[in-house]
C-alpha cells in the first residue's frame, strides 16, 4: 500500500504536469529535459500516454534549454555553520528535471514560462520537517540580463523518510522583439542582475 507521502508525491507531479500541459513540438511547445517517456507525459499531459498533436496557428518561436545559474545548483544547511564537514550537513535542495514553454506574440516578443522539479535530501544532522529555498528563473542573452523573477519554494521531509520533492513554475516572463537567441536558466539561492532597459537600436541583435 503507498504511504500518504507517496501518494502525495503523485499529487504534486500531477499539479506540475497540469501547470505545464501543452503540445510538443513547433511553437509555444512544452519541451522537457531528462525525463523519462512516462514521466515526460505525466508531467506535459497529466495522463501516461501522448495525447494527439493538436493544429497550432501560432509562429514557431526560439525556445532554448534551460541552464543552471553559476552556484545554484544546490543550497546546503549545516550545523552550527561548519560548512563543508559532511557529518554536519542538515539537508541539501537541489534542482532535478526542468521544462520551458515559448510562445511567440503578435508585437514579436516571446512568452516564455519555465518549470523545475527539485528535491530535498537530509544529511546526517538532519531531520524530518519543512524547508524554504528562494529559486531565481533568468532570461538573458550573454552577461545582459532581460527578464528575471523570484519565488521561495518549500519542499517537506515527512517523518521517516529522507527526501521530498517540490514543483515551481514561473510564467510571464517576456523576451522583447528583436533579442535574437537568448538563454533560459534557474538557480537556487542566487540573485543576479536586475534586468536593464533595452537602449540598444531597433532591430540590432
Do not use: W
Not at 499539479?15 to 509555444?28: D, E, F, K, R
Not at 515551481?168 to 534586468?195: C, D, Q, S
Amino acid at each position: 500500500m503507498k504511504s500518504e507521502a507517496t501518494r502525495g508525491r503523485g499529487r504534486l507531479l500531477a499539479v506540475g504536469a497540469m501547470l505545464l500541459a501543452g503540445t510538443v513540438g513547433g511553437a509555444g511547445s512544452v519541451q522537457a529535459q531528462g525525463f523519462g517517456e512516462t514521466l515526460r507525459n505525466l508531467f506535459l499531459f497529466g495522463g501516461t500516454t501522448e495525447p494527439p498533436a493538436a493544429p497550432t496557428e501560432r509562429d514557431e518561436a526560439y525556445c532554448p534549454s534551460v541552464d543552471v545559474l553559476d552556484g545554484g545548483a544546490a543550497i546546503r544547511a549545516y550545523v552550527g555553520g561548519r560548512s563543508g564537514d559532511a557529518a554536519s550537513l542538515r539537508h541539501q535542495i537541489s534542482l532535478a528535471q526542468f521544462a520551458r514553454e515559448c510562445a511567440a506574440r503578435p508585437d514579436g516578443s516571446i512568452a516564455v514560462k519555465v518549470g523545475v522539479e527539485g528535491r530535498a535530501l537530509l544529511g546526517p544532522a538532519g531531520a524530518a520537517g519543512r524547508f524554504d529555498a528562494p529559486v531565481t528563473f533568468v532570461i538573458k542573452r550573454g552577461e545582459r540580463i532581460i527578464a528575471t523573477r523570484s519565488q521561495r519554494v518549500a519542499v517537506t521531509v515527512p517523518p521517516g523518510e529522507a527526501q521530498g520533492s517540490f514543483i515551481a513554475v514561473e510564467e510571464g516572463l517576456v523576451v522583447p522583439p528583436g533579442t535574437g537567441e537568448y538563454e533560459i536558466a534557474v538557480g537556487l539561492g542566487v540573485a543576479p542582475a536586475r534586468a536593464a532597459p533595452d537602449r540598444r537600436r531597433r532591430g540590432q541583435s
